[in-house]
């Protein structure tokens, strides 16, 4: 990326806000644009509004951005991807989901000669740059003599039962929401290589599924819960090493993780607790992003990867 990176936001919801003040952070980057059709939703950049627009084709003919970032709602990622592409010279910055069905992975797949699809489109996939999943990731890697993982399980719940119909509107399901974070995040550990069992339940406010994967040249499964049903958020996940009895947990809200054989404590590691968990995610996501080599998890390949695997759920797309 050139030294001043000159952003435009489109989405002004929710996780826009952790995008902008990530990218606060960072005297290089300025925002040149932001884009919302709701009244009301410009938000401030370092104490200042940028220009506004309720529409992302105004927005590029006017602003010559380096950087567009795509926060809307994920049914309208791909439709916007291909504009922000095709109507700028800009690297495109997708929030994850990178597409709600595989007709969109198609096109932009498709596109790909045409517009740099390949080396100009990314996915926020947060969650791989948690603190705790690089902890962990780290002491795995420092430890090959525990093997292979065995069993992975993960959990992850969102209040969303609260926000009713806005929930799926804005998120799709749980499965859409979750099932992405969790294939990310544990890309990190394993690598997926098929989904071998999918149940969606509560109207798609819950999930149960099963994902095959290799680790240390062994196959293993992952267990993936994920529901909304819940009046607080929790995520966790387990990476068990059968061979060595060594079993990994991580907790995705506090940010903290242990590794135990038997009854023996291994290793922990804790966070002193100042920055909150978006932040501690997207902090080392944007500054991979603004490097020279931006994380492959990030790429469109591990994206599409993701996403073959995701969308291998009857009904998902
Ligand atoms: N909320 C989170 O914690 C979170 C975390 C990570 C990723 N995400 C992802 O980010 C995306 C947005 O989630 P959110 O929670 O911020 O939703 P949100 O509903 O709070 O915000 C979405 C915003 O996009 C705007 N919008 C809709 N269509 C648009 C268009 N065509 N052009 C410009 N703006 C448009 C809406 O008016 C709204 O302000 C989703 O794909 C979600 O999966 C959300």
Redesign the pocket.
Known sequence: MTDLVRVGL???????E?HLAVLAEQDRVSLEFT????PG?QPTFRGDPAPHYA??ADALRAHRPDLVVL????D??AD?AVEALAGSTARVLV???LVHDLASLARLRGLDEALDVRGRLFT?H?FAFSPEVDWAAALMADHPEWGPVTTVTSAFYDPYVLKDA?AF???GSSWM?SGVNQLSMLTRFVDFTELTSARQGDGGASAWCTARYRSRGESGTARLRSSWLTGSSSKESSLVFGRSGVEVWIDHTALTGFAARGGDLLAAFGTDGRTPR?IAHYRPLYASLLSDRPDPVLGFDAAAGITEIHHAVPGAG
Request: hydrophobic letters at 35%.
């Open positions: 489109v989405g002004a919801g929710i996780i826009a952790t884009v919302d059709p709701r939703r529409d992302l926060a809307t709602p994920t309208t990622h916007l929030e994850k989901p926020a947060h806005e509107a804005a998120y929401d978006k």
